[in-house]
């Protein structure tokens, strides 16, 4: 067990990612509480939602950043060795054949931050889930 020396919560993990029960109400809270060196890579996920999702509000959902419209669209977070996109099982199942290099389970993937982001195929997920309405 690992606790915070911040908040005094116990994790399972060392140096656990969490938000020290401090509620993050913005992408930019959220983009802002994370390492110098993610927030980069951050930035671009947000920017490739913003520019293919203009119609739709940014917010947190979940902890994480989200992007609605009606429904939550898309979410997506960053992690201890990886950003998770989390666009719902009908858009795992419907881009599975490529995502096969990733580590994906029912309705996420993850990105490590060992390769580059697929920008572009991050953005066709989201435009696939917001004219199938097929939203997470």
């Known amino acids: 067990m690992w606790k915070c ?3 005094g919560r116990e994790f399972k993990n060392l140096n656990q ?3 020290c029960d401090e509620v993050v109400n913005s992408i930019d809270a959220y983009i802002a509480e994370q390492s110098d060196d993610i927030q980069p ?3 671009q996920v947000r920017d490739t939602l913003r520019a293919v999702l203009p119609d739709a509000q940014e917010r947190i959902s979940w902890r994480m950043p989200t992007y609605w419209r ?3 669209i898309i979410h997506f977070a960053a992690f201890k060795k990886h950003i998770g996109l989390y666009p719902g099982d009908k858009a795992m199942e419907h881009f599975a054949d490529r995502l096969t290099e990733y580590k994906t389970s029912k309705g996420a993937v993850q990105f490590p931050y060992s ?3 697929p920008l572009e195929l991050i953005a066709e ?3 696939w889930c917001y004219q199938t309405n097929n939203h997470h």
């Open 5 to 7: 020396d911040k908040c």
């Open 41 to 43: 890579l951050l930035h």
């Open 115 to 117: 390769k580059p982001l």
């Open 70 to 72: 009606k429904h939550n």
């Open 17 to 19: 990612n969490h938000f």
């Open 125 to 127: 997920i989201a435009q």
